[in-house]
Structure formats: structure tokens, C-alpha cells
């Protein structure tokens, strides 16, 4: 009761601070977990959002709680779980986060693994993390999610390339350091995370590389700032000195100079003693504007594999597989090949849209047991239609920039270096990079035929300007805000 009451005098504040659009837009959301002792907890559903709170309201709003109780010292920022499943038990926060022993790293994906049981652990691979969150000792990984193998990965022309570099490094081992590191990327829901876990699941016990490490850059995070605050980083980087193959997924979401730091030594090391490193992003490693140099340009070193969306061959294959999984459960099930391809044909964006779909369908066939194609193409027009609507176009970004600074879309788009007309050109590129999967040459392409480093000195420059200027970075909120509004 007395925690709810400061809870609410804090989010007052914060509204109060920050203003009531940016407080809808990325506080309506947030929630009080618990405050023992002089740590408040708070949650979040998703992972980008405590990523973005963490980076750039961490502060205000601790200082918020310490204004309203002087004796609380730490906020931490939870993502909450929508299953019981996707909960890691980690065993050495359970001293350390006392008296709440257990806190739950969660698995950032659209669906819950169906079994968790395997995780790629160093030095103990083979327990359980359920049963590890009651053995003491050191453990490290992200969960596995045992469907993500290397059969059940559809191949095509858009990731034949990956999956090769991938089965490569599975079955040669830390020998196979002819793509260290094997950077890959894509889009949303691509399969990036398939393909890494493919290469962690074969990899995990076996005699070539049975010390595998997996983890989100975000659990990388996660572990090593807790780590750090209980002296405790030693330990942790002797238990990974001795790995065979590390991978991280994510790797956008590194963040913190500190953690970097951290990060860039490891990979440091491992790749100066040929051992194997896997990473996934949502853009290549010259694109990740947020990583310090050095990390970009060990990234760089390697291999970077671009995967695409999947073609209509593809996307059939896909939908069948989950088909032949879910009669694994229900033998009875039974989908008209005809419908099969009806979706596959029309749900086009990504693997996760696609699953969406699938899983759509069956919910619906357990109450209408004979779907019709025109029953199928309504479904299908309102998944189509939310995967739509999610897709920012630069067009819409450059539409609603022009209206927000009065000048118009041409000019956005032409020679004109004036003032009035450069920064919101800038703004424009900024929010392209980050609302749209869109590259650096296709933005500046679609910004009137620009080099893409006139792309990337503009993001760095509105990234500089937001870190030391909230208006603007407010006004930056607010142009999100009306573009995601205008999509939704
Ligand atoms: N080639 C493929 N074969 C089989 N399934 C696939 C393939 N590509 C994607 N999928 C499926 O699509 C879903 C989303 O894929 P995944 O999570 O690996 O994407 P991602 O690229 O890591 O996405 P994000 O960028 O959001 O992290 C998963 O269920 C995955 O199994």
C-alpha cells in the first residue's frame, strides 16, 4: 500500500517533468514490481523499452524516488514476462537481489520456447535452469529454445549463404575460424535467432566445442552490470575465458560504455585465440551506430551475412513445418493444402509474421472447423494489415517532419543547405534509420540521391544533439510518436 502511494507521487513527478505526451508514449506502460530495502523494481512488457528507459530516463527517474524516499539508492528496470516459460532462474542473483530470490531474464521473442530445459551454460551445460537456480555456482547463457535447429531452419536463396557460414562453424568447430567473427544480419523476425540457436543447440555437448555460450546483448548487459556491482566481474570473465564459441544475439542493444568496454575485451580475447564468435543485429556491424568504434571494427573483421525476407517457396515450407509440428501434438489437425498456400502467398514480411498467421489459424479452426478461403482472406486482410501498418515508410516519416517544421517534402528532399531546411532533413534521416529497417544508401537514396555518410553523419549528429538536449529530444519523441500514430 505504501509503495503504491510513492509509486504514484513518482509517476506524478515524472508526468509532471517530462510532460504527458512523452509520459503516455513511454511510461503509460510502466509498472511497480517491488521495492525492498533501497531498491525499487519497476517493469516493463517489452524489452526495447526497458532498453530505452534505461538509457535515457534512468536517472531522472531515480532521482524522482530519491526526492520521495532518501533512503532509496537503485531503480532497476524488469521486462515482465508473458509466460511462466520464458523465465530464466538465475542462480547467482538469488543471493544478491534477496529478498526476492528470483528474477526473471526474459526471452525477447514473439513466442515462448516450448522447452527451456537446455541452456548453453558455462561450466555446467548440462543443468537445468530451473534446477540451477537452487545450486550455487557460476552460470551464464541465455535459454535455448530446443525447436531452433538447423532441420526445422527453411532454406532459400535469401539465407542460403548464413546457413552454410552457420553449419560450418556448427560441425567444424573453433577450427573453422575462417569467418570469425560470422556476423549476421536482417530484418525483423528473419530468422537471425533460429540460425544462432541452430549453431548453439548442435554445438552444446558437443566433443568439438561443448563450451558454447549464448546470450542476448541485453543479458550480456544484464550479467555483467550485476557482476560489476557485486566485484564479482573477475569471476565472470574467467569462466568465459575458457569457452570454445560465444554467440550474442541482438547486438543492437549493446549499450553502456562500461558494458562495452567489457564486451570489446572479451571479444578481444577470443578472437585473438581463434576461438569462434557469432553475432546477430538488425543492421551490419557499420551500422550500429551505437557501438563504440573499436567493437564495430573488430566486428567488421569477419564475415558479415546479410539474410532476406523468404520467398513464396520458402514461406510454404515454413508454414508446412509448423503444421507437421503442431500434428505432432494433435494428429488429427489438418489444414487444406490450398489454405496453406493462401497464406503463405500473402503473408510475406517475415518468418515471426508468418508464425502469426499459422497460429492464428489454428486458434480460429478449434471453433470454425471448416475455414473458407474468403474466411481466411478476412483473417488474413487483418494480419496483413497489422504487419502492414507496423511497416514505417519513409515517405510518411518525411511527410510528417515537413508539416512538424513548416517546410515542405521537396525541399526535405533537395540541394538546399539553409538552416531551416538542414535540420529537419537531419531529423528525417534520423528517424528513417531508426523506425524503418531502410540501410544508409537507401535512405540517402530516397533523401534526394545522397552518399549514405551524409546519412550517417546526420543520425550521429541528431544522436549527439538528443543527449544533451532534451527539447529537442522531446520534439524527436513527439515526431515518433505522431508517425507511429499515423501507422497505427
Ligand atoms: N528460414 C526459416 N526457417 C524456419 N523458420 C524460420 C525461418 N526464418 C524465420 N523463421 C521463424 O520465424 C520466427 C522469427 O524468427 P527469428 O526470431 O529467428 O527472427 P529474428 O531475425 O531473430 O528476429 P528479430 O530481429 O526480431 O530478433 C521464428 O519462429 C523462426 O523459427
Redesign the pocket.
Known sequence: MKHNALFERFSTRLKAQVGQDVYASWFGRLKLHSVSKSVVRLTVPTTFLKSWINNRYLDQITTIFQAEDAEILKVEILVRSASRNTKVLVASEERTLAPEPVVATSFP?S?APREIGKIAAFPSPSASPARSAHVPGPLFGSPLDSR?TFD???EGPS?RVALAAAKTIAEAGASAVRFNPLFIH?G???????LLQAIANAAVGSERMPRVVYLTAEYFMWRFATAIRDNDALTLKDSLRNIDLLIID?MQFLQGKMIQNEFCHLLNMLLDSAKQVVV?A?RAPWELESLDPRVRSRLQGGVAIEVEA?DYE?RLE?IK?RLATARQDDPSLDIPAEILSHVARNVTA???EL?GAFNQLLFRRSFEPSLSIERVDELLAHLVGAGEAKRVRIEDIQRIVARHYNVSRQELVSNRRTRVIVKPRQIAMYLSKTLTPRSFPEIGRRFGGRDHTTVLHAVRKIEELISGDTKLSHEVELLKRLINENNA
Open positions: 521473442r513466442q531452433f526445422t531452419f527453411v539465407n536482417s525483423v523476425g528473419l530468422g537471425k535467432t533460429h541482438d546477430a538488425d523468404p520458402m515454413m513445418g517475415s518468418g515471426r508464425e
